[in-house]
């Protein structure tokens, strides 16, 4: 069921006590999933769920994802990973991407998380902790194809393969890489990062190896290798920027009219008044504002829908309202508006706060109330 066929009832009812009400459809994210394990042809597919998932809620979304035959989680932090253990069985492989801090390698290693080693001094810390356990622990290598964020320095890999033995105590089961253009397939920076990764992977123990996030796996077979690690594409965000967007919608999420007015003309609108009323107009206040992060970027650039019908934000985002121009729209007290979904794309929306869907999807915070449905198939979706 698409947002904008919920009927006005559906719109009124339960939930009047939050802003507003954020939908995350479990079935769309578990179809994405296997849309992108088709995309990936062959490589396996792991679920990028750090953030608490993107700011879906991590406690649902990683079950859908597990129940879609996922096996492989990546999070950012150790504190996620060990929130994620209590909720995956024990045989779900999780990485943490941000790596060790050090002195927290015991604390890994006991719930059987796998930290994505950064640097050599992760490593060394990592391989005396299985050293002194007197077995080889598990773990990621990351090395820097060019990104310049996190990872092996090239300098770093020659030391370490001329080095082996610095390598006791760890298990190196995945060796990895991030694209830093991945989103612009024609950048020059994809091809460069390709052959540094499989240069800099030549010369580290033999492992799965992964390079593709969302955008990656649609850069062509040779950026797929053994694991893709896809985050946004699952969420319904277009893998890449400007090109139609082949994943279904996952999230919903409507916004709450708590007031309507007749302005005249003249009349100022919001902080700063930013806007002036040229006629006479009719406003309604919707409670979500940039605490809800509904960005102060989308101040008079943004809109909510209904049923199809556009309405304009007027004015600067509040922290806790936004104002639209309501027309005529059969509105009372009380009603839904879109703010994602039906007509209104996390990719809209997320330009017309001059943003990425990352941004807009991670900053909705924990103020709505939050609904998961699972629709079954894929509704007026062509
Ligand atoms: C966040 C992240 C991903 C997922 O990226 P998407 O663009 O959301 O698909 C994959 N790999 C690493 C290292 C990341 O930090």
Not at 90 to 108: M, Q, S, T, Y
Not at 204 to 210: D, F, V
Not at 324 to 335: E, I, K, W, Y
């Amino acid at each position: 069921m698409n947002a904008a066929s919920h009927s006005h009832a559906e719109r009124v009812g339960p939930g009047a006590a939050t802003g507003g009400v954020l939908r995350v459809d479990l079935g769309a994210l578990a179809r994405n999933y296997r849309r992108l394990v088709a995309q990936a042809a062959g490589a396996a597919v792991a679920g990028v769920v750090k953030a608490d998932a993107y700011g879906l809620g991590m406690d649902a979304v990683a079950p859908a994802l597990l129940d879609a035959g996922c096996r492989t989680f990546f999070v950012a932090h150790l504190g996620e990973a060990l929130s994620l253990r209590t909720i995956l069985p024990g045989d779900a492989e999780i990485f943490v991407l941000n790596g060790l801090v050090p002195g927290d390698e015991r604390l890994c290693a006991e719930a059987a998380i796998r930290p994505v080693l950064n640097s050599l001094a992760q490593l060394d810390a990592w391989g005396a902790l299985g050293r002194s356990l007197g077995r080889a622990l598990p773990a990621a290598i990351q090395v820097d194809s060019g990104m310049s964020r996190l990872g092996l320095a090239p300098d770093d890999v020659a030391a370490l393969a001329d080095d082996p033995a610095r390598l006791c105590g760890v298990e190196t089961v995945l060796v990895m890489s991030h694209l830093a253009c991945a989103d612009e397939p024609d950048h020059p920076a994809n091809a460069a990062q390709l052959s540094a990764f499989e240069a800099l992977a030549a010369r580290l123990p033999q492992a799965r190896r992964s390079l593709a996030n969302s955008a990656g796996l649609f850069l062509g077979e040779r950026f797929r290798f053994d694991l893709a690690r896809p985050g946004i594409a699952l969420y319904g965000g277009a893998p890449t920027a400007g090109r139609p967007n082949p994943m279904e919608p996952v999230v919903g999420l409507d916004a709450r009219v708590i007031q309507l007015r007749e302005v005249p003309a003249g009349a100022g609108i919001g902080y700063g008044f930013t806007v002036v009323a040229e006629r006479a107009m009719r406003l309604a206040t919707l409670s979500v504002g940039y605490a809800d992060g509904w960005l102060r970027s989308a101040s008079n650039r943004g809109a909510a829908f209904l049923e199809g019908r556009r309405l304009p934000i007027v004015g600067r985002v509040s922290m806790d309202s936004v104002i639209v121009d309501a027309g005529d729209a059969p509105l009372r007290a009380g009603d839904l508006v879109e703010l994602i979904g039906g007509d209104a794309t996390l990719d809209s929306a997320a330009a017309a706060a001059g943003t990425i869907p990352y941004e807009i999807l991670t900053a909705l915070g924990s103020r709505y109330e939050r609904r998961f449905v699972s629709t079954t198939n894929l509704g007026d979706r062509p």
